[in-house]
């Protein structure tokens, strides 16, 4: 009986850790979430947030495995991006820069989307 108890806890822990894990896109939780969005989905319409490279100094940690799993949300939220996806990889950029450059670009626009949101004027 112990042993069947240990098991099905197991199973239960492992069953809440997959659901905790599972992939969102940037702006699911964020209190001005549909603003995020619309300027999120916005920035597959310009080749340049897929092609120009973070500045000099800027340190972006960026490794395509961790974030794979919300590459693929955003690709099925929006076509755009799919568009720009099979029109630049691997023609102008590999799949590291392009999901880099992208995701930097994100990471900008969620910052600027967090600062006027907490402004008072």
Do not use: C
């Not at 997959?18 to 080749?47: C, Q, R, Y």
């Not at 100094?57 to 996806?85: C, T, W």
């Amino acid at each position: 009986p112990m042993l069947v108890e240990f098991n099905q806890e197991q199973e239960d822990f492992i069953k809440s850790k997959e659901k905790k894990e599972m992939p969102t896109a940037p702006w699911t939780g964020f209190h001005n979430e549909e603003v995020l969005k619309d300027k999120i989905l916005a920035l597959s319409g310009d080749k340049r947030n897929f092609l120009r490279e973070q500045p000099t100094g800027v340190n972006f940690d960026f490794e395509y495995s961790d974030i794979a799993s919300h590459a693929e949300v955003l690709l099925d939220a929006d076509p755009r991006l799919q568009k720009m996806r099979y029109e630049l990889v691997p023609k102008k950029v590999n799949e590291d820069t392009f999901w880099s450059n992208y995701f930097y670009q994100v990471g900008l626009v969620k910052k600027s989307v967090e600062v006027s949101s907490s402004s008072w004027w």
